[in-house]
């Protein structure tokens, strides 16, 4: 366990419609990632929050935000979906930034019909 | 633009020694991470390799070159439960970690 949590843990949903995933670091840990995992696919960086502020943006979509909150908690709202949005969208903290390890959570596997 | 290659996929026995390589181009780099990753499971880290030489952790090892761009991982004394994805993850400085694409490690009695 690595003391990262997301909810939820599987969400199927329709096209055209909105939603959001939750992630909670690991106790002390200020930077918040998020990442998109298609099947057979490496892991897509999407952005990065650190004590609330965004700090590194990756490939995500317009149709994508994210915000981390003053608990530290953070959310991914995702709208508009498409059939291509299915994946494993993974949660990762970490003490610092950048040369600090990641501790991943259990994924949230989204199914867009 | 930012570049990290890892083979697609390797095969290697129970109880032998595999090595699985990455190449990176980035334009900054802070460190190199590897991550194992069993197959609809989270990554897990395993090492973090800042300066030039051979890190020896257990039975994995990992290397790395900074002037050649290259790190590679060892895994020593095969066991099945080895059987996963590998991944290569550049910092590449200010607050940016890249991941390669990972490589398959399909370990066979």
């Known amino acids: 366990d690595s003391g990262v949590t997301q909810t939820p843990k599987h969400l199927i949903t329709a096209t055209g419609q909105r939603v959001t995933l939750r992630c909670s670091p690991r106790s002390g840990d200020l930077s918040v990632y998020w990442y998109q995992q298609s099947l057979d696919q490496g892991l897509q960086f999407l952005i990065q929050?650190?004590?609330?502020?965004?700090?590194a943006k990756g490939n995500i979509l317009e149709r994508f935000s994210a915000q981390q909150f003053p608990d530290l908690h953070s959310e991914l709202n995702l709208s508009s979906l498409e059939l291509g949005d299915s994946a494993l969208y993974f949660c990762?903290?970490?003490?610092?930034?950048?040369?600090?390890?990641?501790?991943f959570g259990p994924g949230t596997r989204l199914t867009v019909t | 633009g930012q570049n990290i290659d890892q083979p697609t996929e390797m095969t290697a026995t129970e109880g032998a020694i595999v090595q699985i390589n990455c190449t990176y181009q980035?334009?900054?780099?802070?460190?190199l991470f590897w991550y194992q990753q069993h197959a609809g499971e989270a990554p897990t880290f395993l090492s973090y390799n800042v300066l030039d030489g051979l890190e020896e952790k257990g039975r994995f090892s990992s290397f790395l070159s900074r002037s050649k761009g290259y790190s590679y991982l060892l895994l020593k004394e095969l066991q099945m439960k080895d059987s996963a994805s590998y991944l290569c993850a550049v910092n590449t400085g200010g607050f940016k970690t890249i991941f390669g694409a990972g490589t398959r490690l399909f370990v066979k009695a």
């Open positions: 980035t334009s900054g780099f802070n460190g």
């Open positions: 929050y650190y004590n609330g502020e965004e700090r």
């Open positions: 990762a903290s970490s003490a610092g930034t950048g040369s600090y390890e990641q501790y």
